[in-house]
Each structure stands twice: as C-alpha cells, then as structure tokens.
C-alpha cells in the first residue's frame, strides 16, 4: 500500500482528537477530561485537514502498513497490542478516510 503523502499516525497519551474536536468547534467550550490516550490518523484528502481519532490497535496496523509491511503483519502487529482489534473496520476507515493512493497486491 501507497500512503496519502499527508497521512500521518499521531499517538498521545492524552485526548488527543478530543481536544482537537472541542478546539475547532463553534461555541463555548466545554470541560474535557483529559485521562484517556488517543490516536489519530491525520489527512489532507481534498485539502481540508481531517482528524480521525483511531480504534484500539489502529495506530499500530496503520504505522505497519505506512512502512510497507504487508496487510497480514501489520494485522498480526494490532492484534499482539490490542486483542479487540477489529481488522474489517480499520480497512474501512483507512479506505473512507483515503489514507493510500494505490494499494498493491503481491504475489506469494
């Protein structure tokens, strides 16, 4: 698979795209609590800057994929670091957030 050149993984122990949601929202803020980690996917699709905070094991499956590991080893990578990975979703949300130009296959 082939990144987006404005995909990025960003990974923090606070919340994150909570922050970022609350911050770029018309209104008065709210209180947020800042306890739990979140990672994001970051994209520039059609010029516009999206934030997508990413599921348990995301960061990990997309990290692997963005350095070129197969499909199969970065989803053995997310499912070592979070069991509860949920492989057809992170494809979707990779897919819809057009986070690759070209996705090749190879050839066993």
Same mark, same amino acid.
């Given at each position: 698979m082939k990144p987006h050149p #404005?995909? !990025?993984?960003? !990974? *923090? !122990?606070? *919340? #994150?795209v909570t922050i970022f949601t609350a911050n770029r929202a018309d209104g008065p803020g709210s209180h947020i609590e800042v306890v739990e980690p979140e990672d994001a996917l970051v994209t520039r699709p059609?010029?516009?800057v999206e934030v997508r905070q990413l599921p348990p094991g995301g960061a990990i499956f997309l990290s692997h994929l963005i350095t070129g590991e197969s499909l199969g080893a #970065?989803? *053995?990578a997310a499912f070592s670091d979070s069991p509860s990975f949920d492989l057809p979703a992170n494809i979707c949300g990779l897919l819809e957030a057009s986070a690759f130009t070209t996705v090749l296959c190879r050839e066993s």
């Open positions: #404005a995909t !990025r993984v960003i !990974r *923090s !122990r606070f *919340s #994150a059609a010029l516009e #970065a989803a *053995s």
